[in-house]
């Protein structure tokens, strides 16, 4: 039975689902609502590189250091998220997200202007000066888990729950959206942040950034819950999964209570709850099981890079002399790229499906990612660096093509009751391998090295490219069509016979319409 909409009936809805029609403001306030949370995290992402190499120059340790912390977390405890995520509403889930992340910003905000502010305790006070690192490191690895959480109820869930019942390329445009909002974040947050260092202090953008949390935390808050109360299906989604997870007490006592035989089929169930707690026995267990693993570890394993303007790459260009607006602005157009990604992929997927532009996308990152190895054999430190930064922020288009590829792969072919622990796995991964590149920053923590991290980088990005299209054949049992191939090339060779027909044709034309 239809119902009436919720808002007034002159709004013209934007999608019609199985129980109402979903107003235009809607989604409106869930793509202000995204692009505010993602905001503030992009601030921190940028400008955390900056801060820890000015707090302990002439060095990638530091920055090394926050990156292992930051990853190490979502990897110890991301499948834990996925599966509180999975157990929790979508109330609670939004509320715990909201005010972790907000408040770990906040924090972390302050903790490095008093980094900044009393640097001389390096000096006089050592033990204060640590405390104040590990309270910052802390904080940056609490906001990545919360950010972890509002990335699988929005991207992985709320999204999905939305399109249900529509053309796939209902989803594929909300996924675009989504992404596009977050790629928004990434070039408008670097650029204002990089001038506020450059141009004013590095103290003021954290205080920037601290007051930035601290006031829309509450915008935020009215933004998602007025979407979760406006969307019936999103309640009855997330009622459907906590009666799922939640068993019953009568079947409970009757598996404690049963005797003989069944004693050590109640000892087996109290092992697997204890058992139950660890992520990896079971949480990972399901991962492997699915269809989409090998895009998954693609995916991944781009993690594993430094060429992204990421902390490591960020401090390195610092090092280098780069200017930090000129960071900001580079890393702007990289994003403007990424944009571009977004426009370009429901385009492209509806021409040659979601498998194939994964492929043509992995592959298009790593051709651009050869200027990158030609970045080291220039010594010229400027050039190398603006190459080095040229070929990153074009690689952008294909990265994001096949993030958005991957994630619609696993939204598509991953059941509902595992996409949150599907989500926090496929994260813990790839903080796992995220974890790694900072272990290597530690390794290889003198700036003048960085060529050394690049061609590792490039290493594992073709071997994504490769798992990737290892899965294509598995699935396709082909990757070209080279039946099409040889057509397009009979045709070719023939066409300038056709051509010089065509033109005979139309002489015998012209000397009829002369004679006549």
């Not at 995204?34 to 190499?53: D, K």
């Not at 027909?501 to 006549?516: G, I, Y």
Request: net charge negative; with cysteine.
């Amino acid at each position: 039975m239809e119902r009436e909409p919720l808002l007034a009936k002159q709004e013209k809805p934007l999608l019609d689902t199985r129980h109402n029609s979903i107003p235009s403001s809607l989604f409106t306030y869930l793509y202000v609502g995204q692009f505010l949370a993602r905001w503030g995290a992009r601030m921190w992402e940028f400008s955390v590189g900056l801060y820890m190499i000015n707090i302990w120059p002439n060095s990638l340790l530091f920055a090394a250091i926050y990156g292992v912390a930051e990853a190490s977390s979502t990897v110890l405890f991301g499948a834990i998220v996925g599966q509180w995520v999975d157990k929790l509403t979508y109330v609670k889930v939004l509320r715990l997200w909201l005010v972790a992340q907000n408040l770990a910003y906040i924090i972390a905000g302050g903790t490095v202007i008093a980094l900044l502010k009393f640097s001389f305790l390096k000096s006089t006070n050592f033990t204060a000066f640590i405390f104040l690192v590990i309270l910052t490191n802390i904080s940056g690895a609490i906001a990545a888990l919360s950010t972890l959480a509002g990335t699988i109820l929005i991207e992985r869930e709320w999204v999905v729950v939305i399109s249900e019942g529509h053309p796939p390329e209902t989803l594929t445009k909300l996924n675009s959206i989504i992404r596009r909002i977050d790629l928004i974040s990434k070039l408008g947050a670097p650029v204002l942040s990089g001038f506020v260092i450059s141009f004013v202090s590095l103290t003021s953008s954290a205080v920037s950034l601290a007051l930035w949390n601290a006031i829309t935390i509450w915008v935020e808050y009215w933004l998602f819950i007025s979407v979760y109360n406006g969307i019936p299906a999103l309640g009855e989604s997330s009622q459907r999964r906590v009666s799922r997870l939640s068993p019953s007490v009568e079947e409970t006592e009757n598996l404690l209570s049963d005797d003989g035989g069944n004693s050590a089929l109640a000892e087996e169930s109290c092992v697997m709850s204890i058992f139950g707690w660890i992520p990896c026995f079971d949480a990972w267990k399901v991962y492997w099981q699915q269809d989409v693993v090998l895009p998954g570890l693609a995916l991944a394993l781009l993690y594993f890079t430094v060429l992204s303007f990421g902390t490591l790459m960020t401090a390195t260009l610092e090092w280098e002399g780069v200017p930090a607006y000129v960071i900001g602005l580079a890393r702007g157009v990289s994003a403007v790229i990424g944009i571009a990604a977004t426009v370009v992929y429901p385009i492209l997927q509806s021409r040659i499906s979601t498998l194939r532009t994964g492929l043509w996308s992995i592959w298009f990152q790593w051709f651009c990612l050869i200027l990158c190895v030609a970045s080291i054999f220039v010594h010229n430190g400027l050039l190398s660096a603006y190459m080095l930064m040229a070929g990153v922020a074009t690689s952008r288009l294909g990265l994001w093509m096949f993030d958005l590829s991957v994630i619609q792969q696993m939204q598509d072919h991953v059941p509902e009751s595992d996409r949150g622990v599907v989500g926090g796995v496929q994260n813990s991964l790839q903080s796992i391998l995220d974890l790694m590149t900072y272990v290597m920053g530690i390794i290889i923590s003198n700036p003048q090295d960085f060529w050394q991290l690049t061609l590792i980088s490039f290493m594992l990005v073709t071997l994504a490219a490769l798992l990737y299209t290892v899965h294509i054949y598995h699935v396709r049992k082909h990757l070209f069509h080279f039946e099409k191939l040889f057509s397009w090339i009979q045709w070719s060779i023939r066409s300038p016979e056709k051509a010089e027909m065509l033109t005979q044709v139309e002489k015998v034309e012209v000397l009829t319409s002369n004679e006549s």
